[in-house]
């Protein structure tokens, strides 16, 4: 997904609401990544239509690499593997499941009419 393809932001509240595309460019069980600004997230729709946005950057490879991770399920909590080494990262709240102490950090998400809406705080 490129840059181009996210509109400009709406404020409301402290944050900064980017549109970001229809829900159904997101396949079902996959993620993309979207550039806001300067922020990578790593978007990710379930088969359920439920969709989660966390940091798109891995801090174990240092790598964008996280919206081409596996999405599953690890202990009743909704996952991405990383690509390379596979730490799980829960799509809630960016939580690394192997290291408590590291997380990339989550989104607020939001499905307008079919549009994907991703957060961030207003800076």
Known sequence: ??????????????VEWHEVCAVDDI????GVAALLGETQVALFRLRDDRVYA??????????PVLSR????DLGGRVVVASPLFKQHFRLEDGGC???EAVNVGSFPVDVVDGRVRVGVAAG
Do not use: C, K, Y
Not at 27 to 30: C, D, E, K, S, W
Not at 54 to 63: L, Q
């Open 1 to 14: 997904m490129s840059s181009e393809a996210v509109s400009r932001a709406v404020v409301a509240d402290g």
């Open 27 to 30: 396949l079902a069980g996959t």
């Open 54 to 63: 966390i940091g798109n950057h891995d801090p174990f490879s240092h790598a």
């Open 69 to 72: 991770g596996i999405v599953g």
């Open 97 to 99: 499941v192997e290291d």
